[in-house]
C-alpha cells in the first residue's frame, strides 16, 4: 500500500481527493494495474476511486471492477462513456474541482469571528442543506467530529458554515438567505482555507456548474479551475 500511496503522491493535484479520502476513512482495498489505481473504501457509503492517465490504461481496469462496485467518487469527465458503458445511472452529481495553489496569494485574516461546528448543529445543518439527497445527518455528524469546520453566529441563529468532505474537499458552504450579501460566505471561506493550510494541505472544492455565486467566490480567493468531475451509483 505504502508504494501505491507514493506513486498517487507523485500527482498530487489530480490525486488529491484519493490521497484526502484515505486519511480519514476505512480503506477496503488499494489497486495499482500499470499506471492506474483502484480505491475502495467506506464513508456514508462504499465507495469507489479510480485514478488513471487515459483510455487505454482505464480500459485495462475494466475486468478489475465487480458487480460491488456501484457508488464511484470523482470520476473524471473523459472516464464516464468506459466506466458507465451504457449502465443506467441510480442518480450522478456532477462537479468543477478547483484547488488553490501554495504559491498563490496568502488569504488573509477573516474579521468576523467564527465558532467551529459541533455535533449539536448537526439536524440544523441538514435541515438547510440543499444537498440532502445526496448526504446524510450521519454524514454531517462524522464530518464535524473528523474534520475543520467554522460557524457564524448572529444573535441566537447560526447565519452560515462551512466543513470539509470525506476527502478533504472544503464544501457544505451555506448562508442563510436572510444573512446573504454580507460577506459571511467570503469569511467563511477565509477561516476554512487557513484550517486546511494548518494541516499542510492543499485547499481545494467541488463547485456545481449552476452555483456561479460560490463560483464567483472562489476564483475570487484565487482558486484556480481543474477539472470536471463526477459522483454516481450504476443501477443493476
Do not use: C
Not at 489505481?37 to 475494466?62: C, H, K, N, Q
Not at 464511484?72 to 445511472?89: C, H, K, Y
Amino acid at each position: 500500500m505504502k508504494e501505491t500511496i507514493a506513486f498517487l503522491q507523485q500527482d498530487p493535484i489530480r490525486n488529491m481527493n484519493l490521497l484526502g479520502f484515505m486519511e480519514e476513512n476505512q480503506i477496503k482495498s488499494l489497486q495499482r494495474i500499470g499506471n492506474s489505481v483502484i480505491l475502495r473504501g467506506s464513508s456514508d457509503r462504499d465507495w469507489t476511486f479510480i485514478s488513471s492517465p487515459g483510455e487505454d490504461e482505464l480500459r485495462a481496469l475494466m475486468p478489475y471492477l465487480t458487480e460491488a462496485d456501484r457508488s464511484f467518487a470523482v470520476i473524471e469527465d473523459w472516464m464516464m462513456p468506459v466506466i458507465t458503458a451504457g449502465r443506467p445511472l441510480e442518480w450522478i452529481l456532477s462537479t468543477e474541482r478547483l484547488y488553490l495553489p501554495d504559491e498563490d496569494r496568502p488569504v488573509d485574516v477573516p474579521r468576523t469571528a467564527v465558532r467551529p461546528l459541533t455535533i449539536r448543529d448537526t439536524s440544523y445543518l441538514y435541515k438547510h442543506s440543499d444537498y440532502r439527497d445526496f448526504i446524510s445527518p450521519e454524514y454531517i455528524h462524522m464530518r464535524i467530529e473528523r474534520g475543520p469546520s467554522a460557524g457564524i453566529e448572529v444573535g441566537w441563529d447560526l447565519a452560515g458554515w462551512v466543513m470539509t468532505h470525506d476527502d478533504g474537499a472544503i464544501g457544505f458552504l451555506h448562508v442563510l438567505e436572510k444573512y446573504r450579501r454580507r460577506g459571511y460566505a467570503k469569511q467563511l471561506m477565509k477561516h476554512i482555507i487557513q484550517q486546511v493550510r494548518s494541516r499542510g494541505k492543499t485547499p481545494f472544492v467541488h463547485i456545481e456548474e449552476a452555483n456561479t455565486g460560490s463560483l464567483s467566490l472562489a476564483l475570487n480567493l484565487g482558486f484556480r479551475r481543474d477539472r470536471l468531475v463526477h459522483w454516481f451509483e450504476l443501477g443493476s
